[in-house]
Structure formats: structure tokens, C-alpha cells
């Protein structure tokens, strides 16, 4: 019963801290948490207190990825988890098949096209894309650019409305 | 200790050895690739294509730390991915050859990138089966995006291949030009040896099958021809280089070298 008692205080203690980074923007994306972004990939309790925390990044080379581990570090420093670990998890790979449907959500109500489809097999990115446009949601619409104001985007235009805007890379 | 210990501790050894120059051979080929791409931001005959150029240095660069820090870590002399980066002459980069080849026009960088990139896809994707799992780890998160790098790039070699006669000249003069340097991609030595009999890395002779394929199917979309295979005298992966690679990290390693330290 102790036990049972014990574990269900750490997954309250848990939940809280997923709850603290939820309210953790994304620097580029700031609409997003990185909850909804699906960086997070744990938030662990371990037997002696200490808190850890898994990091993934999205893209090797994303320059945000510094600037999220030293958010994150601050918000737990508020709330009394200056002691905590953040770890960097690279495996499985961060795919945009992470991102969480209220990102997608998100994400379209912020301007930004959703990535279409999944990145399932290799020869996904050969296949023809339709992306719908975030502002009329027409389907008219045609890359620009294969990337974009940041590592994750690609850069379309709308066909309908004309307005440009930016396609979050299924990849 | 017993010689058969000794014997095991000879062979831990070696087999560390070859991991560490492993590794610096492909942190070290994304880095200096990287980093000629970078050459281009603000010089790109389009904005999209400047844009296009720079995420892939960025991607590019951001593997080499993955793989530059785990290869200090192995070496374990204390040194990070940025001593390993600013602090190594050129004799001490172990990357292909082909990656340090100046830029050229904007054809003969796709032709490098091209080239490279195909190199690569094969390369990350077996790495992905490695017994070494941080290895497989660095290659899953790369691959995705080499696969990313790998259509913009066959992308643009068909339509400069396949445009118009100035392009197709051009980007034909590329190809030919740096295909000498591709047969060192696939020529193993005791090193590539070691590693793929440990698991570690795929066999370059498979690799190089699948590669020739995506060079076959490619060039004919592009209606370019391919040439010759040529001997191989280029030994990047050894340390000896062409004389382009001083000049890269000339300027790389400028302000680390004269400032030891300055950070920003």
C-alpha cells in the first residue's frame, strides 16, 4: 500500500513537470510548446528524487535547440528543480510524425501549414505533396522554396488567395 | 596480466583506434562540407537557393558535432567538438577529399553535393544496423535529413542537366570533373575493414552498388553522361589532402587560433 501510495506521488510529481513544459515555447515557433512539439521524450522520478528530463532535438543543426535547454533549465529553477538532469535522447530520431495534433492545430490556426502524410517510408518525399493553404484553405498551391526561415520549413505560395506562407516539413 | 589478456587489451586498443578515425572521417567530411556551403550565403544566384544552401551547411555542421563530440569522447583526451573542429591542422581531418573541392559555379556545387549526398544516404543508412548505438543513433537523425538533401540536390542536377545547353555544358564539366575524386568513397582500408567486420559500419562494397545506382538513374534524368572510372590517388581519409583543405580551415579556424577561447 506504501508503495502504491509512493508511486502514485511520483506520478503526480511527474505530471506537474510535464505540465511546467507545456508551458515552454518553441523559440522559433513560439505558438507551440515543445510539448506539442514532441521533444520531450521523458520526464522521470527516479528513486533517489532527482528529476531527469529527456531532450531530442528536431534537426541536428537547429540552432534552437540550445536556446529550448536553457528554457527549460530556467522554468524548472523557478519551481524548485534546480537539481534536475536534462539529457539529450537521440533515438528514436525526432520525425514531424511527433508533432501532437494540437500543434497541428496549432499550427494551422497560426499561419503555418501542418506537415500532410507521414514519413513513413523513404520514398515518401517523392511523392507528390498537396499542402493546403493555412490562410483560405485552398489546395492550389506551389513550393517556392524547399526551405524556408528555419530548418524545419518550406516555403509555399497559395495559388487562390496568393498569399505566401510557410509549410512545416513532413520529414 | 596473462598474454591473453594482453592480446585482448591490444585488440580493445586497436579496435578504439579505428572507431576514433572512423568517426572523424565522417564528422570531419560533414564539417568541411559544411562548411564550403557556408561560403555561398549571400552569393547564391537566388534567394531560395542561398536559403536552400545554408540549411543544408546548417544540417551538416549540426551532424558533425554529434560526431565530433562522440569522437572525442573516444578519444578521451579531453577534447570537445570545437577543439576538434579549430584546433586540428589539416594533416589531422580525415574527410574525403571530394568534400574540401572548392565551390566553383553554382553547378559544380550541386555536382559535390550531389555526389555526397548519395555517398551519404548509403553510408547513414546502414550505419543505422551498427552494433555501435550511438553511431546508429547520429546516422537515424542524419539520414532523414540527407534524404531531404539528396532531392534538392538530384533535383537540381536534372533540371541543369536537362535545361539548356549553357547549363547542361556546365553541369557536364562538373561531373567529369569531380569524378576522380569519387572513387576514394568506396575504396576501403584497414580501417573501413575493421569496423565493418565489427558491425560498426556497413561493407563499402555494398554501399557502393546501391550508390552507382542512384549516379546511374540520376545522370539519365539529367541526360548527362557518366564518366569513366578513374584511378585513385586522393587519400583525404588518410590525411593527405589536396591543397584546397588549408585555405577551408584557414578560415574556419582564423579566430579561434588568434583568439584561443574567444566565445560570443
Not at chain 1, 540552432?63 to 519551481?79: D, F
Not at chain 2, 559555379?105 to 544496423?129: H, K, M, N, P, S
Request: glycine residues 6%.
Amino acid at each position: 500500500m506504501a508503495a502504491l501510495i509512493a508511486d502514485q506521488a511520483t506520478a503526480a510529481r511527474e505530471r506537474a513537470v510535464w505540465e511546467l513544459l507545456a508551458q515552454v515555447p518553441d523559440p522559433e515557433i513560439p505558438v507551440l510548446s515543445i510539448v506539442d512539439l514532441g521533444i520531450v521524450r521523458h520526464v522521470r522520478h527516479g528513486a533517489d528524487g532527482r528529476l531527469s528530463i529527456g531532450l531530442t532535438p528536431t534537426y541536428s543543426g537547429c540552432p534552437a535547440t540550445e536556446v529550448i535547454r536553457s528554457s527549460v533549465r530556467n522554468a524548472l529553477e523557478k519551481h524548485g528543480h534546480a537539481q534536475a538532469a536534462i539529457e539529450e535522447v537521440l533515438s528514436p530520431p525526432w520525425t514531424s510524425d511527433w508533432l501532437t495534433p494540437e500543434a497541428h492545430r496549432k499550427l494551422a490556426a497560426f499561419g503555418i501549414a501542418p506537415p500532410e502524410g507521414a514519413v513513413s517510408s523513404p520514398k515518401q518525399l517523392w511523392r507528390a505533396t498537396v499542402v493546403t493553404c493555412p490562410r483560405c484553405g485552398s489546395r492550389a498551391t506551389a513550393r517556392v522554396s524547399e526551405f524556408g526561415s528555419t530548418p524545419c520549413k518550406a516555403h509555399y505560395q497559395c495559388s487562390a488567395c496568393r498569399e505566401p506562407f510557410d509549410y512545416f516539413k513532413c520529414l | 596480466m596473462s598474454p591473453a589478456v594482453a592480446t585482448a587489451a591490444r585488440a580493445d586498443r586497436a579496435l578504439n583506434e579505428a572507431l576514433l578515425r572512423y568517426v572523424l572521417r565522417l564528422g570531419d567530411t560533414s564539417l568541411v562540407l559544411g562548411q564550403r556551403l557556408g561560403e555561398w550565403v549571400g552569393h547564391a544566384p537566388t534567394l531560395e537557393e542561398d536559403l536552400g544552401l545554408a540549411n543544408l551547411a546548417l544540417d551538416l555542421i549540426g551532424q558533425a558535432r554529434l560526431l565530433l563530440t562522440y569522437a572525442g569522447e573516444i578519444e578521451g583526451r579531453e577534447r570537445d567538438e570545437d577543439a576538434l573542429a579549430y584546433l586540428r591542422d589539416a594533416p589531422e581531418f580525415f574527410n574525403l577529399a571530394l568534400a574540401e573541392q572548392p565551390n566553383g559555379d553554382f553547378g559544380c556545387t550541386i555536382v559535390r553535393q550531389w555526389l555526397l549526398d548519395a555517398w551519404q544516404l548509403e553510408i547513414y543508412a546502414g550505419l543505422q544496423e551498427s552494433t555501435d548505438s550511438r553511431l546508429a543513433a547520429i546516422a537515424a537523425k542524419a539520414l532523414k535529413e540527407t534524404r531531404y538533401h539528396y532531392r534538392f540536390s538530384s533535383g537540381w542536377l536534372v533540371r541543369l542537366g536537362d535545361g539548356t545547353a549553357e547549363s547542361h555544358e556546365r553541369v557536364q564539366r562538373a561531373v567529369d570533373q569531380l569524378w576522380r575524386f569519387t572513387s576514394e568513397l568506396f575504396a576501403p582500408d584497414e580501417v573501413d575493414e575493421r569496423m565493418a567486420s565489427a558491425g560498426i559500419a556497413p561493407s563499402l562494397s555494398t554501399a557502393e552498388v546501391r550508390w552507382s545506382a542512384h549516379m546511374d538513374e540520376d545522370l539519365r534524368a539529367a541526360t548527362l553522361k557518366r564518366p569513366a572510372a578513374q584511378p585513385y590517388p586522393w587519400h583525404g581519409k588518410r590525411g593527405v589532402h589536396t591543397e584546397h583543405l588549408g585555405y577551408v580551415l584557414a578560415e574556419m579556424q582564423h579566430l579561434q587560433r588568434t583568439y584561443p577561447g574567444a566565445r560570443w
